[in-house]
């Protein structure tokens, strides 16, 4: 059974940093690009794709807000991917998801809450 966890949101001030992780498990991990998502919580909002990392971690991709602030990681031995994020602008408040394969219909986990308030 494919599972993805992810943790280290949290409330954070504008122009903070915040570490997410994503626990893989149930298949193959290194065989497979991962993205992170996130949805916000305005209504109507859909899910965002943020970026993604090829199955190697050499290319990473991301959605042009966040470029220069964002990056992504993983680590194959350790089934983990992770997204650290600097400069975190309050528009960057919402439900951050992992997700297999890359853009955002793949399978993702719970997600964790990430909240960016003075």
């Known amino acids: 059974e494919v599972q993805l966890v992810e943790s280290g949101g949290g409330q954070v001030q504008p122009g903070g940093s915040l570490r997410l992780s994503c626990a893989a498990s149930g298949f193959t991990f290194s065989l497979y690009a991962m993205s992170w998502v996130r949805q916000a919580p305005a209504p109507g909002k859909g899910l965002e794709w943020v970026?993604?990392?090829?199955?190697?971690?050499?290319?990473?991709y991301y959605i042009d807000s966040v470029k220069g602030r964002f990056t992504i990681s993983r680590d194959n031995v350790k089934n983990t991917m992770y997204l650290q994020m600097n400069s975190l602008r309050i528009e960057d408040t919402a439900v951050y998801y992992c997700?297999?394969?890359?853009?955002?219909?793949?399978?993702r986990g719970q997600g964790t809450q990430v909240t960016v308030s003075s």
């Open positions: 997700a297999m394969n890359v853009g955002t219909t793949g399978t």
């Open positions: 970026g993604s990392i090829m199955q190697d971690g050499g290319d990473s």
